[in-house]
């Protein structure tokens, strides 16, 4: 028979495994963005995200994608699978960039004519969370050019388009033509803005 003293050390032992156990779950990783790895996890009043890969050069981020377009955001829903995702559908008003990009992913070549006149665009988080991994898409009659790629997810879902890159793949309208970048937290070599032409420019 044992002693108290040591069942009472058994009994230590047994509730301290079970706290280290709770305390060291997580969610799931979510289904993430593009050919960088994004690891998500859910935060309380946000959602948290790291990307490994940073982008050299705007041709490298053009590299990952599969169009790039200039438009607006028509409307949004959210979706709440593992994590809430909101998706926009995005008016294409100009599709700048579709066929050199697609090469360097094994994507099939787009031409302008098959790129359809609106996209749902896929974002991890809500726009009233305190943090997201990018900025999510405004429907207030922003005018974006983003660099996409298709989802490859299943079902419904499998139509949709991710940001390249997270944030590294949004640029907003400003004056003159000129789009602009926000800096975020990863080290990419993205300037702060670009034009139309630049774009086009790429190969």
Same mark, same amino acid.
């Given at each position: 028979?044992?002693?108290?003293?040591?069942?009472?050390?058994?009994?230590?032992?047994?509730?301290?495994?079970?706290?280290?156990?709770?305390?060291?779950?997580?969610?799931? $990783?979510?289904?993430? /963005? @593009? +050919?960088?790895?994004? #690891?998500?996890?859910?935060?309380?009043?946000?959602?948290? !995200?790291?990307?490994?890969?940073?982008?050299?050069?705007?041709?490298?981020?053009?590299?990952?994608?599969?169009?790039?377009?200039?438009?607006?955001?028509?409307?949004?829903?959210?979706?709440?699978?593992?994590? $809430?995702?909101?998706? /926009? @559908? +995005?008016?294409?008003? #100009?599709?700048?960039?579709?066929?050199?990009?697609?090469? !360097?992913?094994?994507?099939?070549?787009?031409?302008?004519?098959?790129?359809?006149?609106?996209?749902?665009?896929?974002?991890?988080?809500?726009?009233?969370?305190?943090?997201?991994?990018?900025?999510?898409?405004?429907?207030?009659?922003?005018?974006? +050019?983003?660099?996409?790629?298709?989802?490859?997810?299943?079902?419904?879902?499998? !139509?949709?388009?991710?940001?390249?890159?997270?944030?590294?793949?949004?640029?907003?309208?400003?004056?003159?033509?000129?789009?602009?970048?926000?800096?975020?937290?990863?080290?990419?070599?993205?300037?702060?803005?670009?034009?139309?032409?630049?774009?086009?420019?790429?190969?």
């Amino acid at each position: 028979m044992q002693s108290k003293p040591a069942l009472g050390l058994i009994l230590a032992g047994l509730i301290l495994a079970s706290s280290l156990a709770s305390c060291s779950a997580r969610p799931s $990783p979510a289904s993430t /963005s @593009t +050919l960088s790895t994004l #690891e998500a996890e859910q935060r309380a009043g946000g959602v948290h !995200a790291s990307r490994s890969k940073e982008y050299r050069d705007m041709a490298d981020l053009a590299a990952d994608s599969t169009v790039v377009v200039v438009g607006r955001v028509l409307k949004q829903e959210t979706v709440v699978e593992d994590i $809430p995702y909101t998706l /926009s @559908t +995005l008016e294409v008003q #100009e599709p700048l960039h579709p066929t050199p990009l697609a090469t !360097a992913v094994n994507q099939p070549a787009l031409s302008k004519s098959s790129i359809p006149t609106t996209v749902v665009i896929r974002q991890l988080g809500t726009s009233d969370m305190s943090e997201t991994p990018s900025p999510i898409l405004n429907a207030d009659g922003t005018g974006y +050019l983003v660099f996409i790629r298709p989802t490859e997810l299943p079902g419904e879902a499998a !139509a949709q388009f991710y940001v390249t890159g997270g944030d590294a793949g949004i640029f907003t309208k400003g004056a003159d033509g000129v789009f602009m970048h926000k800096v975020g937290p990863v080290n990419d070599n993205i300037p702060a803005q670009i034009t139309k032409e630049e774009i086009s420019a790429l190969k």
